[in-house]
Every structure is written in structure tokens, then in C-alpha cells.
């Protein structure tokens, strides 16, 4: 990791950082053209056939991009963590230069220059909104055999994949941990209307229940460091697909089983109106893997997955001023719908293999 230096100057700040990137001497195209999309931890930059992504100097207390190290780190993390699924996407590494009051942004191998690296950026190809599977659903145009290319793409992923290194217990207590979050913010009176409580208890009951079958996942080998948010809207439904923006910050929350990354975008794929897609992820990785857990397993992912959703949607309303305050407790209240109704299922399955 290079040495930014950026202390020995004045930073310019994030809006002439902005200023620069929306510029055609950042990017090449057409500056009105050019679309800036803000990101809780990023900014993006989607400016003709080129993205730019920029972490925000933040900190929270499941990441630090507080200086321009932490924020080159995470970078070289982005960009060898999705070359994983999209290795022609995820283009390299530029440097946000600053040199007597100039910018300049140089791919990592023009270095050394003259100037200071203050920041660091992703670059990436850009993919086709229309081809974006939470894009195709929503027209009405989704195809099995589109499925059958992300299966196929998944199973070789999760086969090559590497085992996780955390254990048995560790994996199981952080059902426990995340349950237990869900319930300190969905169980606040001021979300009493969702009744989340039936729902919640329900989930809890199922972890305990099934507390062996979790720790056996582990101690089984199916385990892997994975993608950590497998949603429609990054699976790119090209010829071949791509998966984008996997989880670069947290090397835990990507120790994650297949099958319960399967039931994240299964559920997804369901909320967004394709309902077929969670069994035919499910059955076809699980053909390709030679290995199936019980259904059981598959629904309690499922309805975990929802809880947590839920939970993350009602979260937008303690913001201080949220975006679409209207959109987040009908939101809230479909999540837990469907967690209960995963709920039903894994019932109805019991214990069967």
C-alpha cells in the first residue's frame, strides 16, 4: 500500500473531489451526461462506458474509512473480492491525485507522480441497467434459462470457493446476535403497529431448534467466504452473467453458507414479483453441488434473511430526516409476511432430510 502523504496538505474536500470526478477531465464523457449517485459509503460516478466509486471518509462501527489508507485497503479489497464473479467489470485501481491545486486521476501503474494521492477509486465497466435482474423482473421478462446461466455461475463460485475459518459456535451466535438486534429495534413501541412480535418469537424457537444443524454446516465444510449480499440487483443478466458489489468491508459476514446466500436471493427475487426463482437457485446449485441441507434449513435461512430485512428497512425511519419515510413500515411489514410464511414452511418440512 502506498504512502498518500496526504497529511503534509490542505485537502481540497469531498465537493472539489466531486467537482473533479463529474468533469470530463476525470472521465472522458460527456459532463451532462454524467449521473452522481450517493451511497451511504460511497459516491458513484456513472459517466459513459466508465463507473468511478469513491468511499466516503466515514466511520462506522462495522467499517473505517477514516483516512485514505483504510480507504485504499477496502478498494484493493473491492476490486479483488468481485473479480471473483466479475472479473470484466471490476477494471483496477485509480489514484485521486492532488498536485498546486490541481487534480489528476492516474491508474495505480502511472505511479509515482508528481502530485499527492489524497484518495483512492474503483473503476469499473459499465453494465446495462436494462439487464440488471431486479430490472428484468420488474418488465416481466425474466427467463428460466436466464436463471440456469446465474446458477451455473454461482455453483462454480461457491465450488471454488474458500472454507471458512470461523467456527461452529462463532457461526450460530451470530444468528443469535443478529435475532437479537431484530428485536431491539422491531419491538420498539413506535413500530408496535408491525406486530413483530409473534414473527420474531417464532424465529427465535427455529434457531434453537435447529441450533446442531447450524453448527453442522460449519463443521461439514459448507461454509465459504461468499458474495455477503447476493440481491437481483446485483446479478447482471448478460451473456455471460455477472455478479456485482459483493461485501468488501466485513470478511464475517461474507462466512456465509450457499444455501442461505440461494435464500437472500430467492426471498428478493420473490418481493420483487418472481416467486419460481427461489427453488429453481435452490435445486439447481444444489444438483451441480452434489449437496443439499434439508428444507427445513433452506426456509429458516429464508426467514431469517426476511427479519433481518425488515429490520433494516424500519431502520431508515431513525434517521433524522429519512428518505420516503412513507415506504419503510409497509416495507418493513411485507418482510416479516414473508418471514412468516417461511416460518410455515420450515413447519410444514419438520426435521425431514
Not at 453442522?216 to 458474495?227: I, L, T
Request: aromatic content about 6%; proline content about 7%.
Amino acid at each position: 500500500m502506498r504512502d498518500s502523504g496526504a497529511a503534509r496538505f490542505e485537502d481540497p474536500g469531498t465537493e472539489a473531489r466531486l467537482g473533479f470526478l463529474m468533469s470530463r477531465a476525470a472521465h472522458g464523457a460527456d459532463p451532462a451526461a454524467a449521473q452522481l449517485i450517493e451511497t451511504h459509503m460511497s459516491w458513484v460516478i456513472v459517466a459513459g462506458e466508465r463507473v468511478l466509486k469513491m468511499k466516503k471518509a466515514v466511520r462506522y462501527p462495522f467499517l473505517d474509512f477514516s483516512t485514505p489508507q483504510l480507504r485504499e485497503r477496502n478498494c484493493r479489497e473491492e476490486l479483488r473480492l468481485n473479480r471473483r464473479l466479475a472479473p470484466e467489470v471490476y477494471l483496477g485501481l485509480l489514484a485521486l491525485q492532488w498536485d498546486e491545486g490541481r487534480f489528476a486521476l492516474l491508474p495505480e501503474e502511472r505511479l509515482p507522480a508528481p502530485g499527492t494521492t489524497i484518495d483512492w477509486l474503483v473503476l469499473m465497466r459499465r453494465l446495462p441497467a436494462e439487464r440488471m435482474l431486479d430490472r428484468v423482473i420488474a418488465a416481466g421478462a425474466l427467463r428460466a434459462d436466464a436463471i440456469d446461466a446465474v446458477i451455473a455461475l454461482l455453483a462454480r463460485f461457491y465450488r471454488d470457493a474458500a472454507r471458512t475459518t470461523l467456527g461452529p459456535d462463532a457461526y450460530l451466535a451470530r444468528f443469535r446476535r443478529e435475532q437479537a438486534i431484530n428485536r431491539a429495534l422491531l419491538l420498539q413501541p413506535r413500530f408496535a403497529g408491525l406486530d413483530a412480535g409473534p414473527a420474531l418469537d417464532r424465529l427465535d424457537a427455529a434457531i434453537e431448534a435447529r441450533a446442531d444443524v447450524l453448527r453442522g454446516r460449519v463443521a461439514g465444510g459448507h461454509v465459504v467466504d461468499g458474495h455477503g449480499d447476493l440481491r437481483p440487483e446485483h446479478v447482471c443478466l448478460n451473456d455471460p452473467p455477472v455478479v456485482i458489489d459483493c461485501l468488501e468491508f466485513s470478511a464475517e459476514l461474507r462466512q456465509v453458507d450457499p444455501f442461505d446466500e440461494l435464500a437472500y436471493l430467492g426471498l428478493e427475487c420473490a418481493v420483487a414479483g418472481a416467486s419460481w426463482v427461489a427453488q429453481r437457485l435452490v435445486d439447481g446449485v444444489a444438483a451441480a453441488l452434489g449437496e443439499r441441507p434439508p428444507d427445513a434449513l433452506i426456509h429458516l435461512y429464508t426467514a431469517n434473511r426476511a427479519a433481518l430485512r425488515a429490520r433494516l428497512a424500519v431502520a431508515h425511519l431513525l434517521d433524522p430526516q429519512p428518505r420516503a419515510p412513507d415506504r419503510w413500515l409497509p416495507l418493513g411489514e411485507r418482510y416479516l409476511g414473508q418471514a412468516a410464511s417461511a416460518l410455515d414452511a420450515l413447519d410444514r418440512a419438520g426435521d425431514a432430510p
